[in-house]
């Protein structure tokens, strides 16, 4: 049995990942934003007894590579690893697709076009000639739809059939006819101006004296005429014409014979989403997008909590019956105190409190999901841009901003979007400042136990504390790196469309087993250790946990975490644990303060009044949010920056740096409080 390897290339936001997911039925997370895919994902399946490869590189919109992303996705291309290229467009930016489409062409691969979200078109009433498009193109041109899972068998079997046809009969109508000495209309998609094709053949006629080994020669004229760096690196050739760079020219006639195409395959081109328009003109409004984004954040918070805790309320009473039971069964089998202690006042407390928090996680996962999937948080990106720009961050820096909301792990990586290493490195610097999901449980608890009523208001001032946090270090980091430009935000702002209910269930599925997976793994690990510490000192086993060796750790820095209001031995052990993972602080203080289910109405009041009674009281809960939402990121965002930096001086530097702006902006905060209290 052949393989076929197939590569997915394409724009961001063109459904890609969506069509991998249809063929492979892997759980890849699905976004309607661009920056999905931030390397290439491979999967496979079998089809009519041969087994297809399938490749999903990141989006591009064109072979001329800029960020890390594009770079990925351009090597695979021009490798030989590739058979098939399935250059997957979105039917309602047809104009804007096919630029990356001929440059396909010009490499002389295989290439099928998957004409994607067709029912887009027809929505606004818009019809594609599917006879005339391919005569132009010279390909197959297949109608599918990724999400309702149309056209596929029909795709991967044009795929199949094409990878050794020879071009189809070109059927060209050009306004002008060209002079050049040869007739490449009968040869090549895009035929360029005369004076351009002439010296493409003077270029390749110079790549046949001086390199052999040149496949793509007409591709590679074409990039040379371009001054693609890594072209003329590889194959430098010294022609007088080539001081010039022609890439503006070679543009402008792709575009002109694009438009050609679409002056001759898209029918009432001049209809647009008129629901799209209004409702941009509102949410992107200049002076009303920011209010209404913070508006829309407000009330996925108030889900969150109200919706959450209703649910929340039945796992704490399913984590009580788990914590007796346990317990029966411990005295039942005579089980020693120590042990008992351990599964009890260990496990269960730590990774239980936790397990009680996944209703609020699961909404918040939720309402992200709806959002991302409708539209919206592309357009969150550009409302934004104007702030980031002006404070010298760069705008394509906030979505990777905006994906540190879920997770840092993946904001991170997704700064390979970024052009420039310098705001990659800056990126890496303050994205962890953005609240991620574990962070939520810390607020929740803190907030309802010492906030009460106003607790959803404390949680969501978080989230806007690490935005402002965030802004102001880019800011201030701007002031010193003078002479640095700033690349402003060029985004696709993706029509608005109901969510798809399996999309978004898979996000949420992933971000819930994640969750689950960190409970039973990072959090079960670092709820043992943290039990040891403080059961056992320097003579063993102690009955006083002020004499374990967690407390001498804790008391010895103290001294550090006293004029930020958190100078308690007990929070800082629970600190230094949370490097773990964020959720262990709450574990971690639940084991500390040996309360079963501290989520609870009872573990709560349990819970506070045992930190009443050390002297910590709300300011000191505020502090101890402000700072666990700024200092040092999770072991596994640490590990992120350190892979994508390729540096251990800067993930150093990375972490050092927010650990003292988290002391810096908690001192201020707790200084404040007791000014005004």
Not at 210 to 221: G, I, L, P, S, T
Not at 266 to 295: Q, S
Not at 519 to 545: H, K, R
């Amino acid at each position: 049995m052949n393989n076929l390897t197939i590569g997915f290339i394409g724009n961001p936001n063109c459904g890609k990942t969506t069509l991998f997911n249809a063929y492979t039925g892997a759980d890849l997370k699905v976004a309607n934003w661009p920056g999905v895919t931030v390397e290439k994902v491979e999967g496979s399946f079998e089809y009519k007894g041969q087994k297809i490869h399938l490749v999903d590189l990141p989006g591009t919109y064109s072979l001329t590579s800029y960020t890390m992303e594009e770079i990925i996705s351009r090597n695979f291309i021009l490798s030989d690893e590739v058979d098939v290229i399935i250059n997957v467009i979105d039917a309602g930016a047809l104009e804007r697709s096919l630029y990356l489409t001929l440059q396909l062409l010009e490499l002389n691969k295989p290439v099928v076009i998957a004409l994607n979200m067709m029912d887009i078109i027809e929505k606004r009433g818009l019809e594609i000639d599917m006879h005339r498009l391919p005569e132009m193109l010279g390909i197959p041109v297949i109608p599918v739809s990724a999400r309702k899972r149309r056209g596929l068998d029909s795709l991967i079997h044009a795929a199949i059939h094409h990878k050794d046809a020879p071009i189809d009969p070109l059927i060209h109508e050009h306004k002008e006819t060209s002079k050049h000495r040869h007739d490449h209309h009968k040869e090549y998609t895009m035929v360029y101006s005369d004076d351009i094709e002439d010296k493409i053949d003077i270029i390749i006629e110079a790549l046949d004296k001086q390199y052999h080994d040149v496949k793509d020669k007409r591709w590679v004229a074409i990039k040379e005429l371009e001054r693609d760096n890594e072209i003329i690196e590889k194959y430098p050739l010294d022609l007088p014409f080539l001081k010039d760079d022609h890439s503006s020219l070679i543009i402008n006639e792709k575009y002109d014979f694009i438009g050609e195409v679409i002056d001759e395959v898209l029918v009432h081109r001049e209809r647009t989403d008129v629901f799209t328009e209004k409702v941009d003109k509102v949410l992107t409004n200049k002076w009303a997008g920011i209010p209404i984004f913070l508006l829309i954040m407000a009330v996925v918070f108030f889900l969150t909590f109200t919706v959450g805790d209703f649910i929340k309320g039945y796992f704490e009473m399913f984590i009580d019956l788990i914590s007796k039971a346990a317990d029966d069964a411990l005295i039942y089998i005579r089980a020693g105190d120590t042990l008992r202690s351990l599964v009890v006042d260990g496990i269960i407390a730590g990774v239980g409190t936790i397990i009680t928090f996944m209703p609020n996680i699961l909404i918040l996962f939720l309402c992200l999901a709806l959002l991302e999937d409708s539209g919206y948080m592309a357009r969150v990106a550009y409302i934004m841009e104007g702030i980031m720009s002006k404070m010298g961050l760069s705008g394509k820096a906030f979505i990777p901003m905006l994906l540190g909301f879920g997770c840092t792990v993946p904001a991170i990586m997704a700064s390979r979007s970024l052009e420039d290493r310098r705001d990659r490195l800056k990126v890496m610097l303050v994205t962890p400042f953005m609240s991620c999901n574990a962070r939520l449980t810390i607020y929740i608890l803190f907030a309802e136990m010492f906030f009460s009523d106003k607790a959803m208001i404390i949680a969501y001032s978080m989230y806007l504390i690490g935005i402002i946090v965030a802004i102001i270090t880019s800011f201030i980091i701007h002031i010193f790196d003078k002479g640095h430009t700033v690349n402003y935000l060029l985004i696709e702002l993706p029509e608005y469309k109901l969510p798809d209910a399996h999309t978004v269930a898979i996000y949420v599925f992933e971000k819930v087993k994640d969750y689950l997976e960190k409970a039973g793994t990072t959090i079960f690990l670092a709820t043992i250790i943290i039990w040891l510490i403080l059961n056992f000192g320097p003579g063993g086993l102690v009955s006083d946990m002020s004499e374990s060796f967690g407390a001498y750790i804790g008391r010895f820095l103290v001294p550090v975490f006293t004029p930020i209001g958190l100078g308690f031995w007990q929070v800082v052990v629970a600190l230094i644990a949370g490097i773990s993972a964020k959720e262990v602080v709450v574990s971690s203080m639940a084991v500390l303060f040996g309360v079963v289910n501290a989520s609870s109405p009872a573990g709560m009041a349990l819970f506070s009044s045992s930190l009443m009674s050390i002297g910590f009281e709300s300011l000191n809960a505020f502090c101890l949010m402000v700072f666990c939402l700024l200092y040092i990121p999770c072991a596994a965002t640490l590990a992120t920056i350190k892979k994508e930096s390729g540096s251990w001086s800067w993930t150093i530097v990375c972490a050092g740096f927010q650990l003292f702006v988290a002391w810096i902006v908690t001192f201020i905060v707790y200084q404040l409080g007791l000014f005004l209290i």
